[in-house]
């Protein structure tokens, strides 16, 4: 069993910065580094979507919607996963979730961009 645990989330501007982590617990010691972990998000009344991905390599991959302004990155000694948020727009709005091995799930945090 995987525990993911999102923070970082609050209110911002548009056009500030945010930096949300995700650490991933439990019967992960062994495998955690060699797993792709993945950032999604749900904004109000639509659908999850995804946002970015990891692999164990390094490789990374974003939406178009967040490209250039988003970077995901991981610290596989401390079993972590962050998403670097620059420029934001009120439509970045939503709850931000950890994705990892086994189909985990945070419990997501709520990102709010102002206007």
């Known amino acids: 069993q995987v525990q993911l645990v999102e923070s970082g989330g609050g209110l911002v501007q548009a056009g500030g910065s945010v930096r949300l982590s995700c650490v991933a617990s439990g019967s992960i010691d062994n495998f955690f580094s060699s797993r792709t972990m993945d950032w999604y998000r749900q904004a109000p009344g639509k659908q999850r979507e995804w946002v970015a991905l990891i692999t164990s390599g390094g490789s990374t991959d974003y939406a178009d919607s967040v490209k250039g302004r988003f970077t995901i990155s991981r610290d596989n000694a401390k079993k972590m996963v962050y998403l670097q948020m620059n420029s934001l727009k009120p439509e970045d709005t939503a709850v931000y979730y950890c994705?990892?091995?086994?189909?985990?799930w945070g419990q997501g945090t709520q990102v709010t961009v102002s206007s």
């Open positions: 994705h990892g091995p086994l189909n985990s």
